[in-house]
């Protein structure tokens, strides 16, 4: 008798995306679907050391996402001038997805209304790309 053989399910490690609102580059293009892979252990790793994370922490997200997001419209080389770019709203977006992807994004709380009792989940906030 043999033993059964289960199928794991195929690991998926790139999510396409789009933008709120889109990258515009030097030409006027606005590119507003991309892609991004699963982060690994060196991605969140490795911007720790970048000198302009060093000389301002903040800048860790944009590092984190620069070195995930494998393309950006027809963009290929998505490198941290690219995401610096990027408007505010399109930034929010990709640090939530990365968040979600990466299995980050279900932190909500639970919570009562001291008021009126009624029960309901909000986001923990805090914590910033890198640091999970």
């Known amino acids: 008798m043999q033993p059964l053989q289960q199928h794991a399910p195929e690991l998926r490690t790139e999510f396409d995306f789009v933008l709120p609102h889109g990258y515009v580059d030097s030409s006027g293009t606005v590119h507003r679907q991309g892609r ?3 982060a690994t252990a060196r991605d969140e790793l490795s911007p720790l050391i970048d ?3 060093r000389a301002n922490p903040a800048y860790l ?3 984190l996402l ?3 997001i494998t393309r950006l419209g027809t963009v290929t080389d998505v490198h941290a001038e690219v995401v610096e770019q990027l408007f505010a709203a399109d930034l929010a977006y990709l640090q939530d997805f990365y968040r979600e992807i ?3 994004g279900s932190d909500d709380r639970a919570v009562a209304c001291p008021s009126c009792g009624t029960h309901f989940a909000v986001p923990a906030g805090g914590g ?3 640091e999970s």
């Open 36 to 38: 991004m892979r699963l």
């Open 128 to 130: 910033r790309l890198g």
């Open 51 to 53: 000198q302009r994370v």
């Open 66 to 68: 620069s070195l995930v």
């Open 61 to 63: 997200g944009i590092v």
């Open 102 to 104: 990466n299995g980050l």
